[in-house]
């Protein structure tokens, strides 16, 4: 009897051991960044995916084909990810994190200007987003301006130090004192600071080179596109004091500026913080659907990711994924991809062509010519640029 029972219980703990280890592990894995064996460490990007409880099976099976095709190490949601009316946005939460679920791709995410407009503060959204799993979103310092000021650490492929580092930023909704979209706050610059300099401090003193995103693009940005400068506002661009004609200098960036950019008019110095600490080597964003271009501000890349979003207002030609490629053996540089939803539909095997809403095979061939005519046209006409009258 007793030895039966020291049987037993010997069973037990093997049974508990081969059961629990295994969770700690999956739990370690889901929340660690770590770049591949291969040195490589890749981060795709949803834009304005702004649907509701019933996503369009086309941005569904975009998600999916471009999660399937080039397995990211991390995905990043770029704000108004769901639009639902109220407590339906937990629905709708669901659906746009389940291609990331089903792959197992962790993911994180921020806020953009619409999300918390449906009824649900962005504090419980955040909340439905913490029950999936893989989800590594989280609200670092609550008292901040905004919900969800976030970084995430990125290991080197041997595990021995911090390699690169992420800042996920919320940029807020729209203000009566930004007078339209709003902007990124002074205590949130501060903790930007503050951690980059706690990172930097655990590096040997060397800042951890890093990128950051946000739904709204920082006001520089019409510097950055050499927009027309004038004297006096005859629209609303004018941005931190400057007019501004929305016409760019088309040498001044690659892919498209289909709208003009829509920052806030306030510029609350995050472009000076990132300039001033020396981490970031680049910044993304979504909001301005249609846009999908990168240029550079004093040697820090600005790109706008179009959406992924077949719900919203956008562009067939360059609707798609935004991807970026890190290689852990030179981070002072960096790959970017603007993946068309067009070649996911052509791609063989792909389910776009066969969902509701879907364009025809054709309309797709004819987007991807249009996208290489268009292309080619703006390196035609790079080097023409118009004459700015500003400060
Ligand atoms: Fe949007």
Known sequence: MKFTKKVLAIVMAVLMVSFILPVFASAEADTTLQFGEDGKFQIMMFADSQDDEELEETTTQ??????????PDLVIYMGDNSVAPGEKQADAIAA????????????TLVFGNHD??????????????????????????????????????????????????????????STEEAGGYDYVREDQIQWYKDTAAELAAANGGEVVPAMSFQHIIVPEVYDALGMMKIPVGIGEWTFDGQAYLPIPNFGSYTGYVFE?????????????????????MATFY?????????????????????????????????????????????????????LRMYDFALAEGSKILECEGALSKISYQFNKFIDGFLTKLHELVSGFSLPTFGK
């Open 62 to 71: 975009l998600m999916r084909k471009a999660l399937a095709t080039y397995k």
């Open 96 to 107: 746009i994190v389940a291609p990331c679920v089903e792959a197992e791709v962790p993911f």
């Open 286 to 338: 979504g909001h301005d659907h249609v846009n999908d271009f990168t240029t550079s501000y004093k040697g820090i890349d600005i790109t706008t990711v179009p959406t992924v979003g077949c719900n919203s207002y956008s562009n067939d030609i360059n609707r798609g994924v935004g991807l970026i490629t890190l290689d852990e053996s030179d981070l002072t540089t960096y790959e970017y991809e603007a």
């Open 260 to 280: 003009p950019p829509c920052p806030s008019h306030i510029n609350g110095g995050q472009m000076d913080a990132w300039l001033e600490t020396g981490d970031v």
């Open 116 to 173: 918390q407009e449906q009824g649900v503060s962005n504090d419980d959204l955040l909340k439905e987003y913490q029950k999936y799993p893989g989800c590594l979103a989280v609200d670092a310092i609550p008292e901040l301006y905004g919900c969800g000021n976030h970084n995430l650490t990125i290991l080197s492929s041997d595990g021995a130090k911090v390699a690169f580092n992420l800042w996920l930023v919320d940029s807020g909704t």
